[in-house]
């Protein structure tokens, strides 16, 4: 399938489906880490079945993991589900394709998806989707999506991503049943950087290790910079206004 294969060679290429800039990356899945871990401890959900749709390499699989009895994470790339099996396996945790999705009726605490839904450039397809997962989902259930959601959208578009406005996101959910419960803004690199942001962008050991970065592979580095400012800021996500382009929704059935 020609949208597995692009996600199958961002694997292959960057080890992940993030940011390909390795600087951008380690502090972006670490501040999305971190805010989706304080978004699920404000929201109060039943702890049985979770799933990370759009899983990636499990990140956010293994998290889950240990909030919830069972994760069912899949993805559309088997080169993704391959990297999330040998980084983030666990025994609760099981990884597989889209169609191989085993959820019975009302079954579902929680449906995640982490810059996902985006990607799904017809809107019919994301109707369907939000029409299986508003029946698996349990009454006290909800779906929690970090998206790229602004007031306008822009005028460029996309090959791989459906800018969808803030409206247009909640107008898909509302006709599958779903109502908007709470909404956080997050941060972006350039549309909405926040202030640690720029501070480790210009960390002195950041800067070298961009530098060095040209010429040899040390993407690695810039991880455990990023987690310590991370862990020591809270100033990537923030309760939403309709102006923040990347909004962390939480729906819940109407
Ligand atoms: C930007 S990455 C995010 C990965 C992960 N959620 C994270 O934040 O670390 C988008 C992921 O969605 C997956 N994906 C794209 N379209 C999909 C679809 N229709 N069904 C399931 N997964 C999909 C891609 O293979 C990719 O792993």
């Given at each position: 399938m020609e949208r597995a294969s692009f996600w199958d060679?961002?694997?292959?290429?960057?080890?992940?489906?993030?940011?390909?800039?390795?600087?951008?990356?380690?502090?972006?899945?670490?501040?999305?880490?971190?805010?989706?871990?304080?978004?699920?401890?404000?929201?109060?959900?039943?702890?049985?079945?979770?799933?990370?749709?759009?899983?990636?390499?499990?990140?956010?699989?293994?998290?889950?993991?240990?909030?919830?009895?069972?994760?069912?994470?899949?993805d559309i790339s088997q080169t993704a589900l391959e990297k999330a099996t040998q980084r983030n396996g666990r025994n609760n945790i099981h990884y597989?394709?889209?169609e191989e999705i085993g959820c019975k009726e009302g079954q579902l605490s929680l449906f995640l998806s982490i810059t996902v839904l985006g990607h799904i450039m017809q809107d019919s397809e994301l109707e369907v989707l939000l029409s299986k997962a508003h029946g698996w989902l349990h009454e006290g259930g909800a779906i929690v999506a970090l998206e790229f959601a602004p007031e306008q959208i822009p005028s460029q578009s996309s090959d791989y991503q459906k800018f969808r406005a803030f409206d247009a996101w909640k107008n898909i959910f509302d006709a599958q049943g779903f109502e908007l419960a709470h909404y956080w803004g997050f941060y972006h690199p350039t549309l909405a950087p926040c202030r640690s942001f720029t501070n480790y962008k210009n960390k002195v050991n950041v800067r070298f290790w961009r530098i060095l970065n040209r010429f040899f592979k040390v993407s690695h580095r810039f991880e455990n910079i990023a987690d310590h400012v991370v862990r020591n800021a809270q100033d990537y996500y923030w309760p939403g206004t309709p102006q923040d382009p990347m909004k962390i929704m939480v729906f819940k059935k109407k």
């Open positions: 060679e961002r694997v292959k290429t960057f080890g992940h489906t993030g940011w390909s800039n390795p600087m951008i990356y380690a502090y972006d899945q670490a501040a999305r880490i971190n805010a989706i871990e304080h978004v699920l401890s404000e929201i109060s959900l039943p702890q049985e079945l979770a799933l990370d749709f759009g899983c990636g390499v499990g990140d956010f699989s293994n998290r889950l993991s240990h909030r919830f009895q069972s994760v069912m994470a899949c597989c394709l889209p």
